[in-house]
T-cell receptor, first 111, second 114 residues
Framework: RKEVEQDPGPFNVPEGATVAFNCTYSNSASQSFFWYRQDCRKEPKLLMSVYSSGNEDGRFTAQLNRASQYISLLIRDSKLSDSATYLCVVSEGDSWGKLQFGAGTQVVVTP | DTEVTQTPKHLVMGMTNKKSLKCEQHMGHRAMYWYKQKAKKPPELMFVYSYEKLSINESVPSRFSPECPNSSLLNLHLHALQPEDSALYLC?????????????FGPGTRLTVL
């Protein structure tokens, strides 16, 4: 079983619509959670950290459910520029330097 | 606008060559990382340095040799690589190793081994 699992998509989203997707993680001792976005042939860029209380950054909302071991990302009012692969990333509880990456969820925003 | 820089952006090398990848960060971070990323796959951790000391080596073949000359610089020395080593090599840094460990990536070096 993979440490971090994501639906690969693609999620095809009309411009202006809302899209949401989840990721599940297997290590219950995981301490830190992140969403990164990665554009084709570019580096991953930190989109947001995910806190226990949930957090929002503009059109992006992240939630953490420790009991069910999943995190979610919701994008409101999608823009064409939101088209990217979104990587769910989890920091292992026992080795802080190691991040576990999901395989990514591809989002395609269409005009 | 990244504060982690990497050189070169692209590198083509033969299997007998020796080359080096360079990474620099000016954020005062004390942890630095090398990752390898193949197409359509997530990054794979190779090495972790903490306070200029090697903290993690993910069983990387010895043809890859990391070096951390100071807290701002990280090198990856390459020797006798194989074609399957062709990939995007990403450097990252974080304040320290401990939580929350937000890592910031450089733009990467796209390596092709002929």
């Amino acid at each position: 079983r993979k440490e971090v699992e994501q639906d690969p998509g693609p999620f095809n989203v009309p411009e202006g619509a809302t899209v949401a997707f989840n990721c599940t993680y297997s290590n219950s001792a995981s301490q830190s959670f992140f969403w990164y976005r990665q554009d084709c042939r570019k580096e991953p860029k930190l989109l947001m950290s995910v806190y226990s209380s949930g957090n929002e950054d503009g059109r992006f909302t992240a939630q953490l459910n420790r009991a069910s071991q999943y995190i979610s990302l919701l994008i409101r009012d999608s823009k064409l520029s939101d088209s990217a692969t979104y990587l769910c990333v989890v920091s292992e509880g026992d080795s802080w330097g190691k991040l576990q990456f999901g395989a990514g969820t591809q989002v395609v925003v269409t005009p | 606008d990244t504060e982690v820089t990497q050189t070169p952006k692209h590198l083509v090398m033969g299997m007998t060559n020796k080359k080096s990848l360079k990474c620099e960060q000016h954020m005062g971070h004390r942890a630095m990382y090398w990752y390898k990323q193949k197409a359509k796959k997530p990054p794979e951790l190779m090495f972790v340095y903490s306070y200029e000391k090697l903290s993690i080596n993910e069983s990387v073949p010895s043809r890859f040799s990391p070096e951390c000359p100071n807290s701002s610089l990280l090198n990856l020395h390459l020797h006798a690589l194989q074609p399957e080593d062709s990939a995007l090599y990403l450097c990252a840094s974080s304040q320290v190793l401990t939580s929350p460990n937000e890592q910031f990536f450089g733009p990467g070096t796209r390596l092709t081994v002929l």
